[in-house]
Each structure stands twice: as C-alpha cells, then as structure tokens.
C-alpha cells in the first residue's frame, strides 16, 4: 500500500541553524500538508499546498518557515533560523483532494526535530 | 475558532471489552472527521473518515458516527484486543483543508 515517507527519523541541530524535513507524497496525491506535535500536545496545522503554492497556513507558520516542492516527487519543510520551541515532531500528510470525497489525509511516520 | 475535544484522557480496559471513544467539537460546520491511531513515537494511521453528509462509518471492528447539530461522533472499538492499545485522535476539517486535532484518548487494553 503507498504510503508517506519522511527524512529524517530524527534530526539534533543548534539553535539559530537552518533545517530542512523532507517527505515524498503519495504519488497520485495533489495536497501536501505538514503538521507538527509539541511533546504532550495536540497536532497542529502548520501549511496545506497545492499546485506549486501554498494555500493555507497557521499563525504558527511565520516568515521563519517555509515550503517547497522541488521536484516531482519531494515536499520539503525549512526552517530558516531554529529556535529551542521548534522541537517538535514534524508531520508531513498527503491527500488525493481536498474537498468531498477522497480527501482523506495520510501521515508520514514523523520526523523528530531536537533543538539545542 | 474551532476547538476539539476528547473524553476520556485516558481508558483502561480487559482484552474482549467493547468500548466508545468520545470526541466533540464546537463549529458544527465541518467537511469530514477523521479518526487516527497513533503509537507512542510514530506517525499517524488514518482509521476511518466520515463525510459530513454521513452518519457513520465502519471499517472491521470499528465504527464511527458521526452526529454534526450536536457537535459529537463517537467510535466504536469492539471486542478490543491487546494489539488496540495506542492514543486515538479525532481531527475535523473545517473551512479550508486544515485538520484541526483533539488532544487524544489514550487506550490500554490489558491481556
């Protein structure tokens, strides 16, 4: 069964440095979305993405954040200048469409972002 | 601003026990509901998603209603087995594509 996949499982950077999460989409998917869960909190929406833009995003994703597809098959999170509150586990979703119908969104196992 | 919530926190239950997991949310202007499984550090596993046209979903032993007036869906785990055990979360879609997530019910089913 095709599924989401993300790298990395884990990632340890220093405060202030530059990251990159990266996920490959269920292949016949057109929505990309990334989440994230704070340890011991709920799941937050950060970004949807559709046709090579962004079409929604939280109050979390600010100018710090940003989203890209740089190819046919990658979907990719950056986080310009990490803080010690962006450690999280990051969760990248795909689904067929959006709206009624096969809008069901599946998840990528995560990866856990550490930030000291 | 739509808030999700979900009762109990936390449920213990004897392997064979049929059980009910509550979920409630504020705006009844929803899409879908979604309800996921998540084991302790992993992703999220999609388990069932009600249209909000529908009143309920069933996938093996479990079934999902859902009632949107009241703001409320409950799923239904019967004949639970160890293997259940994990934190179960409802999600429902608003306005746009977002999910927006409860806090989760974290099962334990006992051999």
């Known amino acids: 069964e095709p599924e989401v996949t993300q790298t990395p499982s884990h990632q340890v950077t220093q405060m202030g440095q530059e990251v990159i999460l990266r996920c490959v989409p269920i292949s016949n998917h057109l929505y990309f979305y990334w989440y994230r869960q704070i340890l011991g909190q709920k799941v937050e929406f950060l970004v949807s993405?559709?046709?090579?833009?962004?079409?929604?995003k939280s109050e979390i994703f600010d100018d710090q954040f940003s989203v890209e597809r740089p190819d046919g098959s990658n979907f990719t999170l950056k986080i310009r200048s990490t803080k010690l509150e962006d450690s999280a586990m990051y969760f990248c979703?795909?689904?067929?469409?959006?709206?009624?119908?096969?809008?069901?969104?599946?998840f990528g196992p995560g990866t856990r972002l550490t930030v000291l | 601003k739509q808030e999700v919530t979900q009762i109990p926190a936390a449920l213990s239950v004897p392997e064979g026990e049929n059980l009910v997991l509550n979920c409630s949310f504020t705006d009844s202007a929803i899409y879908n509901l979604q309800w996921f499984r998540q084991d302790p550090g992993k992703g999220l596993t999609s388990l069932l998603l009600i249209q909000s046209s529908q009143r309920e979903q069933t996938s093996g032993r479990l079934n999902a209603s859902l009632d949107k007036s009241s703001g409320r869906s409950t799923l239904y785990i019967a004949a639970s087995q160890p293997g259940d055990s994990a934190t179960y979360l409802c999600?429902?879609?608003?306005?746009?594509?977002?999910?927006?997530f409860g806090t989760g019910t974290r099962l334990l089913v006992s051999p």
């Open positions: 993405f559709y046709n090579n833009e962004i079409s929604e």
């Open positions: 999600a429902v879609k608003g306005g746009f594509q977002k999910l927006v």
């Open positions: 979703a795909s689904s067929e469409f959006s709206r009624a119908g096969r809008d069901t969104q599946y």
